[in-house]
């Protein structure tokens, strides 16, 4: 999986694409599809402490980011960059009309973020190579 992640970079890159457009549409493109409401936000996890179905969307793309880098040196430039779209897309949250910045929302991107960059960290302190 990680060879091929990492021969088809096309794949992060798209997903990434996919990403800022569910974040940043105004209302819910996946409520428009599903609902013909663009004003109904689906949850596929009920909430927690932090909003699960964020904690997944960024766990997924954190996780494909690290698969397609894995053995490349621009690793430290990946985690800089998810942690900066994970925060820069819940604050453009106040800037586009029908969505809101929620706080459970932000730290469920954050967390995403960091619990692949927790588990690839301990992979390549512990795995070969």
């Given amino acids: 999986m990680i060879r091929f ?5 096309y794949i992060f890159y798209t997903n990434n694409v996919l990403v800022i457009i569910l974040y940043l549409f105004p209302g819910s493109l996946i409520g428009c599809f599903l609902y013909n409401d663009c004003k109904i936000q689906p949850k596929i ?7 699960l179905d964020h904690f997944l ?5 954190t996780s494909i ?3 397609t880098f894995l053995t490349s040196k621009y690793t430290s ?11 820069i897309l819940e604050l453009f949250h106040f800037l586009v ?26 992979f390549k302190k512990y795995a070969k190579f």
């Fill in 5 to 9: 992640l990492s021969k088809y970079k």
């Fill in 45 to 51: 996890i009920d909430d927690f402490i932090i909003s």
């Fill in 57 to 61: 969307i960024f766990f997924i793309t």
């Fill in 65 to 67: 980011g690290y698969m």
């Fill in 77 to 87: 430039i990946l985690t800089i960059y998810l942690i900066f779209l994970s925060v």
């Fill in 97 to 122: 009309p029908d969505r809101t910045f929620e706080v459970k929302d932000f730290f469920g991107n954050l967390l995403g973020v960091s619990v692949v960059l927790i588990i690839f960290l301990l």
